[in-house]
């Protein structure tokens, strides 16, 4: 009989047949820190919405232009997020998940997950109403 650390093993290699284990290890626990902050999770939540710079996430989530870039850092680092300059702006958006799949199926199931709670609709609830013109450079 196989044991599920076998069979896991086995899937893994499958998957990343050329990779060495340890690397893809670490992929994965890059994928899970990085999604283990909550603010960091809405982050994600609010980029399935609307691509977005980095003072409209400071505006919906009221926390410190610097902590929302370590936050886009983290995100960045682990493949989730990427980001690409318009004129004065660095706009921030959700990966397709190519790169890793952990980041495929994390992102395919955050898309279902937590639309309900309280705090994720007040937050989409509020960025329609965030323009980077009305916010950004103040």
Wanted: charged share 30%.
């Amino acid at each position: 009989m196989i044991s599920g650390n076998a069979l896991t093993f086995s899937w893994l290699k499958s998957i990343f047949p050329k990779k060495n284990m340890r690397y893809v290890m670490k992929d994965f626990t890059k994928v899970m820190k990085a999604l283990s902050d909550p603010n960091r999770v809405k982050i994600v939540k609010m980029l399935q919405h609307k691509t977005m710079c980095v003072c409209e996430m400071k505006e919906a989530l009221q926390i410190a232009q610097p902590s929302v870039s370590k936050h886009l850092k983290i995100l960045e680092d682990a493949s989730l997020v990427a980001r690409r300059k318009d004129g004065q702006w660095v706009d921030y958006y959700l990966t397709d998940g190519t790169s890793s799949p952990y980041v495929a199926s994390l992102l395919g199931n955050l898309k279902h997950w937590l639309e309900n709670e309280e705090e994720i609709e007040e937050l989409l609830e509020k960025i329609p109403h965030i323009h980077r013109e009305d916010v950004c450079c103040k």
